[in-house]
C-alpha cells in the first residue's frame, strides 16, 4: 500500500510563499505520478499540480501555473510543492496524491489511486 504524508501548510498573508512537503512510500518512482489537489470550504477538490515519475513532465492548473513549483527528491522520497504570491483564493486543504499514470492523466482526473490527509493552507488578506 502506498502512504502519503503532507506538510508544510499553514497561515501566511497575501504575497508570501510556503512549501509543501508530502513525504511518500513509493519506491518505483518511475512508475508514479505525483500530484497536488486542494479543496477550499464548500468546494469541490481541483488539481493544482503534478509530476511525472522520472520528473521530465509537470501539469499545472492554469491559475497557479505562473507561480506554483512541483519538484521531487527520489532520494528522500518526498515530492514539494512551492507556492509564490500566495492569494487568499488559494486557501484550502492540500492533498497529496499519487498513481501509476502520467502527470497529463492525473491532471485530467485519471490514475490518483492513494491521497494523503492534507495540510491546511491559509491566507489572510
Known amino acids: 500500500q502506498v502512504h502519503l504524508t503532507e506538510s508544510g501548510g499553514g497561515l501566511v498573508q497575501a504575497g508570501g510563499s510556503l512549501r509543501l512537503s508530502c513525504a511518500t512510500s513509493?519506491?518505483?518512482?518511475?512508475?508514479?505520478?505525483m500530484g497536488w489537489f486542494r479543496q477550499a470550504p464548500g468546494k469541490e477538490r481541483e488539481f493544482v499540480a503534478a509530476?511525472?515519475?522520472?520528473?521530465?513532465?509537470?501539469y499545472y492548473k492554469d491559475s497557479v501555473k505562473a507561480r506554483f513549483t512541483i519538484f521531487g527528491d527520489n532520494a528522500k522520497n518526498t515530492v514539494y510543492l512551492h507556492m509564490n504570491s500566495l492569494k487568499p483564493e488559494d486557501t484550502a486543504v492540500y492533498y497529496c496524491a499519487a498513481g501509476p499514470t502520467t502527470a497529463q492523466a492525473m491532471g485530467a482526473g485519471f490514475g490518483a489511486d492513494y491521497w494523503g490527509r492534507g495540510t491546511l493552507v491559509t491566507v489572510s488578506s
Open positions: 513509493v519506491r518505483t518512482f518511475s512508475r508514479y505520478a
Open positions: 509530476i511525472s515519475g522520472t520528473g521530465g513532465s509537470t
